[in-house]
C-alpha cells in the first residue's frame, strides 16, 4: 500500500539529498548538510519561504531591462531579448537558494507551455509570463490558471486573442480543458471523452470569446500588478464577447453560464471579467480538476508511473487535500514531502522505489551539476556580455541534449513531461546520451569565448576544499558518490570507479603520496589527471543521469 503517512526524525544525508534534488534545481553540498539535520517538516518549511525576487534582464546594448516603458522596439530587437530572456531564466534557476519557488515555475512552465517564438515581437510578454509564474509558484492554483486565461502571451500562443464572437477558435478551449485543467479521461465516443465533451469545448470557446492583448501595458492585474491582456470594445463595453448562453455537459452538471449585464448585442467589460469567475469556478468544481493537476504534481516529483494503487492511495488523497484548501498548492507539496512514499518507505527496498528513478532533464542535468559543484559564473553586472555569452553556449547544451528551452515542439509542451507512456525516456536517445556525456567534457576542459574562460570545473579545487580526507582513495569516492549519485553502489561498482578510474589499478598507497606531493608542491599533474577522469566517469555514468 502506497503510503502518505508522514516520516518523523531527522532526514539524514540520502533522504535530504533526494528532497532537495526533487524540490529544487539541485542542491549545492551545503545545502545537504544543512538539510540533513532537519526533520521533512522542518525542511518543507525551509523550501516554502519566501524569496527575493530577481531583478529584471538587463539588456547590455542600453544597459536597462525592456519592461515597460523600457519596451524594446521587436522588429529590431526581439530575437535577442528572448536569448537575453532565456539567459536571466537559467541564472535564477542557478543562482536560487534551496527553495522550491524555481521548481515550481519550471514545473507550471511544463504544465503551461509557451512558444517564444510566437511572441518574440512582443518581448516583455515573455517576461511578464515567467513574472506570473513566479508569482503564483508557491500559491493558488486556481488563480494562477484563471490569470493565464488572459495573459498576454497565452493569448497569443493559443489564439486566444483570435477568438471573437461569430467566429470562434477553439485551440485555448481544447488545451484549457485537456491539458490544464480536467483532463481527458476515457474516450466514451468519437471527440468526447468522460471529463469534457466537443460541446463542452464550444461553449467554454463561446466564454472566452472577446480577449485580447494590451501592447500598450495599461491594463494592469489588481492582485499580481502585472500587464495582462484586456477585453475587445471600449472602456465599458466589450464588442466581441458573445452574449448567448453556454450550455455545458453532464460532465459539467449540465451548467448554463449566462452573460450579464447585455445592451444589445454587447456586454459590459466588467460582465466579461465575471463570465471568466464563472467558467473557471465550474471547471474548478469537477473533481477531475484538482486530480488532474495531482498527477502532473506526482509525476514531477516523485515517479511517471500512475498505477491503481497509486490513484487511490496518493493522487485522490492529495486531490482532497488541494480542493480542502481552495486549490493552493503548498499543503498538496507538503503532504507530498513528508510522506513515507517520497522516501521510499512504504514499501520493501527492492520494489517500487522513487529515489533515483527519474531521468533528470537535461534543464536538470545542466543547471544541477552547476549548482552541485557551486561553480563561479560571469558576473551578470560586471561582466554582463560574458555572462550571456556563457549562457547561450548552455542554452545550445540544453538543444544538443533533447530541450529547445522556451521552445516546445508541441503547444502541449516538452513530450517527457506528458507522453504517454514513455515520459522521461524521451531525454535519452544515442544523440542525447553522447552530448550529456560531452556536456561533463566541456565542463572540466572549461567553456570559453571572447573575454576567456566562462564555466570551468576545477575538480582539483573542489575535491581538496570539500573532501575530509582526499588523500584516502576510499574516503574520497564514498563521498564522491553520496554527493553525486541518488542510490547506493554495490561493491562491484564502487570499486570500478575507485580501481580502475582513479587509482587506474596502482595501489591505494600511490594515490596517497600522490596526493601528499601535490600538497607539499602544489604541483597537481598527476592528482589533475586522475580526479577528471574520475569526474568524467561520474557524470557519465548511467548513475549521474537520475534523480
Known sequence: MASLNPITGALGEQKAAHLLRRATLGPRLQDISNFSGMTAQAAFTALSQSQTI?????????????????????????????????????????????????????????????IMSRIEGNPQFALDYLRLLRFYALGNYKNLTKAICIDNAMLIHLDGNLNIKGVPQENFAREFLELFTVGKGEEVSLGNYTNFTEDDVKALTKALTGWGIDPTFQTIDLVTTFPTGKVKGNVTTSSQHDVGSKQFSGAFNNAVIQTGNVTGSNAAVTAVYTELDDVINMIFNSPHTAKHICRRIYREFAYYEITTEIETDIIEPLATVLVNNNFDILPVLEVLFQSEHFYDLDTPITEDNNIGAIIKSPVDLVIGTIRLFNLTVPDKTTQLPAHYDMYSQLIGQLSLQGIELFEPYDVAGYEPYFQYPDFHRYWISSNYLANRYKFSELLISGFTGTSGVLLKLDIVDFVETNCSNPGDPTILVQELVKWLFPITLDTARFNYFRDTVLLDQLSAANWTTEWNNYVNTSSDVNVRLQLESLAMAMMQSPEYQLF
Open 54 to 114: 530577481p531583478p529584471l534582464p538587463i539588456d547590455p546594448l542600453n544597459g536597462t531591462d525592456w519592461v515597460y516603458p523600457n519596451t524594446m522596439d521587436p522588429n529590431q530587437f526581439g530575437t535577442t531579448l528572448s536569448d537575453y530572456t532565456r539567459s536571466w531564466w537559467l541564472e535564477n534557476m542557478r543562482a536560487s537558494e534551496p527553495n522550491l519557488t524555481e521548481r515550481m515555475i519550471w514545473f507550471y512552465h511544463t504544465h503551461f507551455p509557451m
